[in-house]
């Protein structure tokens, strides 16, 4: 089987489509994983060993590891950032664009690519080749590309990292984006051949490093619609 990356005949690793670091917090006392649906009639999906697939040899998993990395010491405090709040708005400085935008597109992309149920509403058709091409050449591509918004979720004041749940299509402004949940954050990935544009594009992670949070109620994570408001509103806000 050739590699999904580098698309050379390797013998391929199971890989995790979702990082494996995301999952450190995930398992419960029975080590099962917490994933929920967004299906209701499914009920919640069990997981034994987290979610994964053949899909790439040792080289090209190798070069993932390392902006996954990089992501997890970000999310998990281990790189020194400058974090400003007000109210429910984090801007954050410091980020190394490239790395935590691979590591972003890397997720997007494996789940496109993913034959697995889980991941089968991410429909990425042509933008699989292209963001293939990026990844293969650790070429983060333009901030008006691909962006990412960030929600930070809280689920009664403390952070909500114990939920992985079915990754989405939704529709945000106008523009179409796939809705990831997993590490405490729900992660819109917006996937247009046009650029983003003001003011979202002061929501997503800049080339300088800069990018802003949104802390929401997990409670609210289904109104997508009200969160795109509130991002439209803080691009249009003077930048301090
Ligand atoms: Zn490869």
Known sequence: MPCALCLQEAELRRSHVIPEF?????????HRLQVLSIIPEQGNWREQKGLREKLLCDACEQ?????????????????????????NIVHISGLDYKRFKLFQLSVLWRAGISSLQFFEKIQLGKHTEELRRLLLEDNPGSPERYGCFMFGLKHNSEAFTGVIMQPGKVRLDGHIAYRFVFGGFLWAM????????????????SASGDTVLLLRNASDMDNLVAFSVELGQMGRAPSS
Not at 65 to 77: D, N, T
Not at 195 to 204: R, V
């Open 22 to 30: 995301l999952y450190e917090t995930l398992y419960d006392e029975k």
């Open 63 to 87: 070069k993932f590891s390392v902006w996954e990395r990089y992501a997890s010491l970000v999310l998990k405090g281990g790189i020194p950032l400058t974090v400003k709040q007000e109210s």
């Open 190 to 205: 917006l996937v247009s051949s046009h650029d983003l544009g003001a003011p979202l594009n002061k929501c997503t992670l």
